[in-house]
């Protein structure tokens, strides 16, 4: 069973920075292309950033450039986003996703999921 586990989320000031971690169980997550989105309160859940395969290329939602940086560790496994100067709008449960081609970062385009991460912003 193919399976992602996001971890790293928590309680954050305005301002501080966390690192998310996505693992997965099933199969080796440089077969695909990852993707991370998260879903605010009421809101749609939307991508923020992705990375191919090899890590070469990266895409970030315009909300979140110059704070979001997406890596992957092939050999360990997993896929990492850090996330600086957070915001209270950053408030959201945040998942990373699977596919196996590059097409958009959104979400009607990747098949494997996690559960999710809450990341909650605040003073």
């Known amino acids: 069973q193919l399976q992602l586990v996001e971890s790293g989320g928590g309680l954050v000031q305005p301002g501080g920075s966390l690192k998310l971690s996505c693992s997965a169980s099933?199969?080796?997550?440089?077969?695909?292309?990852i993707g991370w989105f998260r879903q605010a309160p009421g809101k749609e859940r939307e991508g923020v950033s992705c990375i191919s395969k090899s890590g070469g290329a990266a895409y970030y939602a315009e909300s979140v450039q110059g704070r979001f940086t997406v890596s992957r560790d092939n050999a360990n496994n997993r896929v990492y986003v850090q996330i600086n100067g957070l915001k209270s709008e950053d408030t959201a449960v945040y998942y990373c996703?699977?596919?196996?081609?590059?097409?958009?970062?959104?979400?009607?385009?990747?098949?494997?999921w996690g559960q999710g991460t809450r990341v909650t912003v605040s003073s």
């Open positions: 099933g199969f080796t997550l440089n077969d695909y292309v």
């Open positions: 996703a699977a596919t196996g081609m590059w097409r958009r970062c959104k979400t009607l385009d990747f098949d494997v």
